[in-house]
């Protein structure tokens, strides 16, 4: 849950004082820690994975089951029996939650980059959950479920002992204070989200339309569990719902529909940003020339040219000025304003200077209808061209805002809906800061694929949902934007004292997917793409504190990671310590930098190293945190899944491949995630060709096709559209026989994956089912299953190891592929078929109460879940093993303890002995 530390946050107002202090100090600190351990290199891969366990009471005579709130009395009995047994080779870790029934859990010692670990991380899981066994009271139970399906649908009875509604922190209608964690950090970051925001949080998740569902009674005409039709799924647009709510109160929520190939927003607006033709109408001007800050040009740029297209922002407090999103500026005007640079054009407008001509492909891929407007002769007909598609872009954003959905809603009014969720996490350790900010690239594309895969969270204050996912409710429960920042008139007045006077436009929570990848990658080739970063993929809003921006280039920090922390220091920071502000060095420490970093929730985490305060603190290198998977019911589940996204992280990195796709696509992929039964029904975009195309002489020029393509056995290369090379790049080999740089060791091939080398077709992505994406599409795709096969065969993995990952891998195809059901659909399912249910959306006492026991038998191995499971059995888990026996030779004082032991040995000998008999008979 972040940053945790012993002593008095400061009250919101008085902690207003410190904002700004804190701000610049984080930022100070920042740039004093990556200058202190930037060139380190050459650190193994260590990893480990966090699980969250909810702790509840079970009330067997009246089926019932509430909170527990004795999670911090469990947790220091836990890691007491740590320490007295940390002579064992394998422990746990167990740490606070925000939740007073919640506890979290890491494998003591971290796993190693060997195969064999791999085999450790379901032991280790098997151990915090036997662990956790032996502190529960005779009615408790600890299953790994998402979030508890009764929360603040219970009044002042939801938990033991009970807690009334509301509050001074909350103020909830629905849920009482004193099921906050005790530590102070956690109630003030509940009252602080609520006064920064100047009202209590809103979270409206739509309702699942069942037969008799009550609210759905006024809403004629919407048959039941169905809203988009059969080709698309419902998009519940988190964190965009003020329109809905002006307009149609808690009650209500506006959701669409992933029928069309880009997603909207609340207001109907697009997602993506505005896109500007460049076109320097003077004699000889050829183009424009970047600048790394406004008005100051960078001596050796050579780009944008005239019939580039570019993706940006206007820059409110700069008029004239466009930021580009790789960290550079352009000037809309020249000085005089007499010459006009760029035009705003159609986001469908895409200029490709890397090739000349592409023909067309036989499978559907997103690039720009508008076509290459370095091939239309007169640039002034492409601009006009362009401009009319602009006007016409806005009439179909308009028209297909009428697909929009009004919808009952769950309404939740406290940041414990959401962090009272559990989940799974990964970190991973690099080798070195730049395979750090690769992999966190790499990882924001699968988060949502992973997320829909792993989804589990159907039922929310007693009611089933319409999703299946978490990540939106707690986007919603932590969501501290004033009026102003979420694009809405109103609201206090600008407020000097917090970040941005509160009237910065934020266009997302402070927990939600990345808003910008991170890895800057450029090639050797000096007469190259020195400083040519293309920015097709990161084509969101990015906003940031120009301030802190400017100070962290001027400080040597490239532009990629300077708009990175420049956008994570448009929050505030939330929790703010009684004498730990200008008390803390800025040259040796890092807690200011940390309480804003931790509470940016995002979907992936870049984590510099921390400061060693002594020596015998261990050395922590440059790390990723993968945060968007669900929670499993099993420990096999969550096992699988960790490990499969450890051996993707290794095929990337080993087959040196990529997975860039623009962001407004990965936005997209995490509302369809959120969707009923995504997995199965639901399409994402994914990139074509995770490998560069490979070359081969077609008697013109050249020809390219996957590198896959040969692995179907017929040798063929596949049906790839010809692409014919350009002269801009042709002198950059990205072809898989390229031979790896000097650049300490890096391919060419992934210095240069986010500049968007290579042509249209490279470069393309596609809607893919989840079955598609993990097991192959066509002969271009391969999928990621076989990829992590293939990886495994690569380095020679152990028999033992092998064997297990394959029952892994088998798992994860079944489900991928609808064989198996997700948590999500299989609790769906049993609310559903529960004898209690009357088909009306509702979860009673008694059904939650056997929905809770059959979650927690599933998860201790002695119930069966064929659905979720398929085949797989899962070992019985008991307290009793969940410490090591010592050989101990403490001397019995008692004869008659010894002699009860006799007779018991005795009578089990004599059972032998028939059975013995018996058996000669």
Same mark, same amino acid.
């Given at each position: 849950?972040?940053?945790?530390?012993?002593?008095?946050?400061?009250?919101? &107002?008085?902690?207003?004082?410190?904002?700004?202090?804190?701000?610049?100090?984080?930022?100070?600190?920042?740039?004093?820690?990556?200058?202190?351990?930037?060139?380190?290199?050459?650190? &193994?891969?260590?990893?480990?994975?966090?699980?969250?366990?909810?702790?509840?009471?079970?009330?067997?005579?009246?089926?019932?089951?509430?909170?527990?709130?004795?999670?911090?009395?469990?947790?220091?009995?836990?890691?007491?029996?740590?320490?007295?047994?940390?002579?064992?080779?394998?422990?746990?870790?167990?740490?606070?939650?925000?939740?007073? %029934?919640?506890?979290?859990?890491?494998?003591?010692?971290?796993?190693?980059?060997?195969?064999?670990?791999?085999?450790?991380?379901?032991?280790?899981?098997?151990?915090?959950?036997?662990?956790?066994?032996?502190?529960?009271?005779?009615? &408790?139970?600890?299953?790994?479920?998402?979030?508890?399906?009764?929360?603040?649908?219970?009044?002042?009875?939801?938990?033991?002992?009970?807690?009334?509604?509301?509050?001074?922190?909350?103020?909830?209608?629905?849920?009482?204070?004193?099921?906050?964690?005790?530590?102070?950090?956690?109630?003030?970051?509940?009252?602080?989200?609520?006064?920064?925001?100047?009202?209590?949080?809103?979270?409206?998740?739509?309702?699942?339309?069942?037969?008799?569902?009550?609210?759905?009674?006024?809403?004629?005409?919407?048959?039941?569990?169905?809203?988009?039709?059969?080709?698309?799924?419902?998009?519940?647009?988190?964190?965009?719902?003020?329109?809905?709510?002006?307009?149609?109160?808690?009650?209500?929520?506006?959701?669409?529909?992933?029928?069309?190939?880009?997603?909207?927003?609340?207001?109907?607006?697009?997602?993506?940003?505005?896109?500007?033709?460049?076109?320097?109408?003077?004699?000889?001007?050829?183009?424009?020339?970047?600048?790394?800050?406004?008005?100051?040009?960078?001596?050796?740029?050579?780009?944008?040219?005239?019939?580039?297209?570019?993706?940006?922002?206007?820059?409110?407090?700069?008029?004239?000025?466009?930021?580009?999103?790789?960290?550079?500026?352009?000037?809309?005007?020249?000085?005089?304003?007499?010459?006009?640079?760029?035009?705003?054009?159609?986001?469908?407008?895409?200029?490709?200077?890397?090739?000349?001509?592409?023909?067309?492909?036989?499978?559907?891929?997103?690039?720009?209808?508008?076509?290459?407007?370095?091939?239309?002769?007169?640039?002034?007909?492409?601009?006009?061209?362009?401009?009319?598609?602009?006007?016409?872009?806005?009439?179909?954003?308009?028209?297909?805002?009428?697909?929009?959905?009004?919808?009952?809603?769950?309404?939740?009014?406290?940041?414990?809906?959401?962090?009272?969720?559990?989940?799974?996490?990964?970190?991973?350790?690099?080798?070195?800061?730049?395979?750090?900010?690769?992999?966190?690239?790499?990882?924001?594309?699968?988060?949502?694929?992973?997320?829909?895969?792993?989804?589990?969270?159907?039922?929310?204050?007693?009611?089933?949902?319409?999703?299946?996912?978490?990540?939106?409710?707690?986007?919603?429960?932590?969501?501290?934007?004033?009026?102003?920042?979420?694009?809405?008139?109103?609201?206090?007045?600008?407020?000097?004292?917090?970040?941005?006077?509160?009237?910065?436009?934020?266009?997302?929570?402070?927990?939600?997917?990345?808003?910008?990848?991170?890895?800057?990658?450029?090639?050797?080739?000096?007469?190259?793409?020195?400083?040519?970063?293309?920015?097709?993929?990161?084509?969101?809003?990015?906003?940031?504190?120009?301030?802190?921006?400017?100070?962290?280039?001027?400080?040597?920090?490239?532009?990629?990671?300077?708009?990175?922390?420049?956008?994570?220091?448009?929050?505030?920071?939330?929790?703010?310590?009684?004498?730990?502000?200008?008390?803390?060095?800025?040259?040796?420490?890092?807690?200011?930098?940390?309480?804003?970093?931790?509470?940016?929730?995002?979907?992936?985490?870049?984590?510099?190293?921390?400061?060693?305060?002594?020596?015998?603190?261990?050395?922590?290198?440059?790390?990723?945190?993968?945060?968007?998977?669900?929670?499993?019911?099993?420990?096999?589940?969550?096992?699988?899944?960790?490990?499969?996204?450890?051996?993707?992280?290794?095929?990337?990195?080993?087959?040196?491949?990529?997975?860039?796709?623009?962001?407004?696509?990965?936005?997209?992929?995490?509302?369809?995630?959120?969707?009923?039964?995504?997995?199965?029904?639901?399409?994402?975009?994914?990139?074509?060709?995770?490998?560069?195309?490979?070359?081969?002489?077609?008697?013109?020029?050249?020809?390219?096709?996957?590198?896959?393509?040969?692995?179907?056995?017929?040798?063929?290369?596949?049906?790839?559209?010809?692409?014919?090379?350009?002269?801009?790049?042709?002198?950059?080999?990205?072809?898989?026989?390229?031979?790896?740089?000097? %650049?300490?060791?890096?391919? &060419?091939?992934?210095?240069?994956?986010?500049?968007?080398?290579?042509?249209?077709?490279?470069?393309?992505?596609?809607?893919?089912?989840?079955?598609?994406?993990?097991?192959?599409?066509?002969?271009?795709?391969?999928?990621?299953?076989?990829?992590?096969?293939?990886?495994?065969?690569?380095?020679?993995?152990?028999?033992?190891?092998?064997?297990?990952?394959?029952?892994?891998?088998?798992?994860?195809?079944?489900?991928?592929?609808?064989?198996?059901?997700?948590?999500?659909?299989?609790?769906?399912?049993?609310?559903?078929?529960?004898?209690?249910?009357?088909?009306?959306?509702?979860?009673?006492?008694?059904?939650?109460?056997?929905?809770?026991?059959?979650?927690?038998?599933?998860?201790?191995?002695?119930?069966?879940?064929?659905?979720?499971?398929?085949?797989?059995?899962?070992?019985?888990?008991?307290?009793?093993?969940?410490?090591?026996?010592?050989?101990?030779?403490?001397?019995?004082?008692?004869?008659?303890?010894?002699?009860?032991?006799?007779?018991?040995?005795?009578?089990?000998?004599?059972?032998?002995?028939?059975?013995?008999?018996?058996?000669?008979?």
């Amino acid at each position: 849950m972040g940053l945790l530390k012993v002593g008095v946050p400061q009250p919101w &107002e008085k902690s207003k004082k410190n904002l700004n202090y804190v701000r610049e100090a984080g930022v100070r600190q920042f740039i004093s820690t990556y200058n202190r351990v930037k060139d380190l290199k050459g650190d &193994e891969l260590l990893w480990g994975d966090e699980i969250e366990y909810g702790i509840f009471v079970l009330d067997h005579q009246n089926k019932k089951i509430r909170l527990s709130l004795r999670a911090k009395e469990i947790m220091d009995n836990l890691n007491k029996n740590e320490a007295s047994h940390s002579y064992e080779s394998e422990g746990c870790n167990w740490v606070p939650e925000y939740g007073a %029934w919640m506890v979290e859990a890491t494998p003591r010692r971290p796993y190693n980059g060997y195969s064999v670990d791999l085999l450790r991380v379901e032991r280790n899981m098997r151990l915090r959950r036997k662990r956790i066994l032996t502190e529960l009271n005779e009615n &408790e139970i600890a299953p790994t479920v998402s979030a508890f399906p009764l929360l603040g649908a219970l009044g002042d009875d939801g938990s033991v002992p009970p807690v009334p509604v509301g509050g001074p922190v909350t103020e909830s209608e629905y849920i009482g204070d004193g099921i906050i964690n005790p530590h102070p950090r956690f109630a003030a970051l509940s009252a602080n989200i609520r006064q920064r925001r100047g009202e209590k949080v809103n979270i409206r998740v739509p309702l699942f339309h069942d037969v008799n569902t009550p609210e759905y009674a006024d809403l004629p005409g919407l048959p039941p569990s169905t809203c988009c039709g059969e080709e698309s799924i419902l998009l519940w647009r988190f964190g965009k719902g003020d329109l809905s709510r002006e307009k149609y109160g808690n009650g209500f929520v506006i959701v669409g529909c992933s029928s069309s190939s880009r997603e909207f927003n609340d207001f109907g607006d697009p997602v993506t940003l505005q896109k500007w033709l460049v076109n320097v109408e003077c004699e000889g001007c050829k183009g424009l020339f970047y600048r790394s800050a406004p008005g100051v040009i960078v001596p050796d740029a050579d780009w944008p040219r005239n019939g580039d297209v570019v993706v940006g922002s206007e820059i409110p407090d700069v008029p004239g000025w466009i930021r580009l999103q790789n960290g550079y500026y352009l000037p809309m005007n020249s000085d005089d304003g007499e010459v006009k640079f760029l035009h705003k054009v159609s986001s469908e407008t895409h200029a490709n200077n890397q090739q000349k001509k592409a023909l067309g492909s036989e499978t559907p891929m997103y690039k720009g209808s508008v076509g290459n407007i370095n091939d239309v002769p007169d640039l002034k007909k492409a601009l006009e061209t362009a401009v009319s598609s602009l006007s016409d872009e806005h009439k179909t954003f308009n028209d297909e805002a009428k697909m929009f959905n009004l919808r009952p809603a769950i309404h939740m009014d406290a940041m414990a809906f959401g962090m009272g969720c559990c989940c799974l996490q990964i970190t991973f350790q690099a080798t070195d800061v730049d395979e750090s900010r690769f992999l966190y690239d790499q990882l924001a594309v699968l988060a949502p694929i992973m997320m829909a895969l792993t989804a589990s969270t159907p039922v929310l204050k007693g009611r089933l949902a319409d999703t299946d996912c978490r990540w939106g409710i707690i986007s919603e429960c932590v969501d501290d934007r004033r009026p102003a920042e979420r694009g809405r008139k109103g609201g206090p007045d600008p407020d000097p004292e917090v970040a941005g006077k509160g009237y910065r436009r934020l266009y997302k929570s402070r927990y939600d997917s990345i808003s910008t990848y991170i890895y800057q990658g450029v090639s050797s080739d000096d007469g190259q793409m020195n400083n040519r970063i293309l920015n097709m993929y990161n084509d969101i809003p990015v906003p940031i504190d120009e301030d802190k921006y400017l100070e962290l280039r001027k400080a040597g920090i490239d532009p990629l990671l300077s708009q990175h922390i420049a956008h994570i220091f448009v929050r505030d920071p939330l929790v703010i310590f009684d004498g730990a502000v200008e008390e803390v060095d800025d040259d040796t420490q890092t807690e200011h930098f940390e309480s804003i970093q931790s509470t940016n929730w995002q979907s992936v985490r870049w984590k510099p190293p921390p400061p060693r305060t002594g020596p015998n603190d261990p050395h922590i290198g440059w790390r990723t945190e993968f945060r968007s998977m669900e929670i499993q019911l099993t420990d096999f589940e969550n096992a699988a899944f960790t490990t499969f996204i450890t051996l993707i992280t290794r095929v990337i990195l080993t087959f040196d491949l990529n997975l860039y796709i623009p962001l407004s696509r990965v936005d997209a992929n995490m509302q369809r995630a959120h969707g009923r039964n995504a997995a199965l029904n639901g399409k994402f975009f994914f990139r074509r060709h995770m490998a560069p195309l490979e070359k081969g002489d077609d008697g013109f020029d050249e020809q390219y096709a996957s590198m896959f393509s040969t692995v179907n056995g017929n040798g063929n290369k596949g049906t790839l559209p010809t692409v014919f090379s350009g002269d801009n790049l042709s002198a950059i080999e990205t072809n898989t026989g390229a031979s790896v740089s000097s %650049w300490e060791g890096v391919s &060419e091939k992934r210095r240069v994956a986010p500049n968007a080398s290579g042509g249209a077709e490279e470069n393309s992505y596609e809607e893919m089912t989840m079955a598609e994406i993990m097991t192959g599409k066509g002969d271009y795709f391969p999928g990621l299953i076989p990829l992590v096969y293939a990886y495994l065969d690569h380095i020679q993995c152990d028999s033992v190891t092998m064997d297990r990952m394959t029952n892994y891998l088998d798992f994860i195809e079944k489900r991928a592929t609808g064989q198996l059901q997700t948590p999500a659909t299989w609790v769906r399912n049993f609310i559903r078929n529960h004898e209690d249910y009357n088909f009306d959306s509702i979860v009673s006492d008694s059904i939650a109460y056997d929905l809770m026991i059959a979650c927690k038998e599933i998860g201790e191995g002695t119930r069966a879940a064929p659905e979720l499971l398929g085949d797989v059995v899962i070992k019985p888990i008991l307290a009793s093993d969940a410490y090591q026996t010592k050989l101990d030779s403490t001397r019995v004082v008692s004869n008659d303890h010894i002699r009860s032991l006799l007779q018991r040995y005795a009578a089990r000998k004599t059972k032998f002995d028939e059975s013995a008999v018996e058996f000669q008979i």
